[in-house]
């Protein structure tokens, strides 16, 4: 019986996304509405919903191309890359990949690289927070004695991201933020950038070489001890990371 409603619920599933046009036939009309026409109605509604979603998580690129373009474009990404979580929230992960494949944008090179960077705004923004009073307590207690700076660890916070981008988009994103669009070139250029929230502010800054190491290396918690003796600017990056609230310092017993 499972097998039997899994098969029709993905038979449905591939009607919605208008890729087995043979499905309605299996389903009895009404006298006012054909079934394949019920199909196509909630197919639409379906189409929309997640398009309106997409447009949601990427409005830099939706403002960049057009509100037309941008559904047609959706609706491609859609059909090749059906749905398959529960939440649309997490839905447009591979949205970066899908654009270098789609002919359309091949003149707007920077794209994938703009999709990348508000699929991490997307993620920071809805990752976890963490305590705001927690770093003050572990240095209180480390400047106390009662806890050993040898068993002190720092790790980036949930809500943030280390990206390296083909082209600096990151001007973009900040032009959309302010509402403040003027022209820029996005001519290729390395860039290394952060993303981190705290409360409900996402803030974005270039990263300079060792930036970026220290970062990268944050995404797992590190011995306070080991990055001390691993990174010549530490005291800098470690002040940083504590006045932006971009780290966390955790102590182990």
């Known amino acids: 019986m499972k097998n039997d409603i899994f098969a029709l619920q993905t038979e449905f599933l591939a009607a919605v996304f208008e890729e087995d046009d043979q499905f309605s036939q299996r389903l009895n009309s009404t006298h006012n509405l054909p079934a394949a026409l019920s199909i196509k109605i909630y197919s639409g509604s379906v189409l929309a919903n997640v398009m309106k979603a997409l447009g949601e998580i990427f409005p830099v690129c939706k403002s960049l191309v057009g509100d037309a373009f941008f559904e047609a474009m959706a609706e491609s990404y859609i059909k090749s890359h059906r749905p398959t979580k529960d939440r649309l929230d997490d839905y447009g992960e591979s949205f970066s990949l899908f654009l270098p494949t789609f002919a359309p944008v091949q003149s707007l090179p920077y794209l994938p690289d703009m999709a990348t960077l508000e699929w991490q705004v997307h ?9 705001p009073d927690n770093n003050a307590v572990v240095l209180q207690k480390m400047e106390s004695g009662e806890v050993d700076p040898l068993s002190i660890s720092l790790v980036n916070i949930p809500g943030l991201a280390v990206l390296s981008l083909a082209y600096p988009v990151q001007k973009l994103l900040e032009m959309y933020w302010l509402d403040d669009w003027q022209e820029v070139a996005m001519d290729l250029e ?13 803030h974005s800054q270039v990263l300079t070489e060792e930036a970026y190491r220290w970062h990268s290396q944050l995404n797992k918690p590190l011995a306070l001890w080991s990055l001390q003796e691993n990174f010549e600017g530490f005291n800098d990056l470690f002040a940083t990371g504590l006045q932006q609230g971009s780290i966390e310092m955790l102590a182990t017993s």
Do not use: E, M, S, Y
């Open 190 to 202: 390395d860039t290394q950038l952060l993303l981190w929230r705290n409360g409900v502010n996402i």
């Open 123 to 131: 993620q920071v923004f809805h990752a976890k927070d963490v305590a």
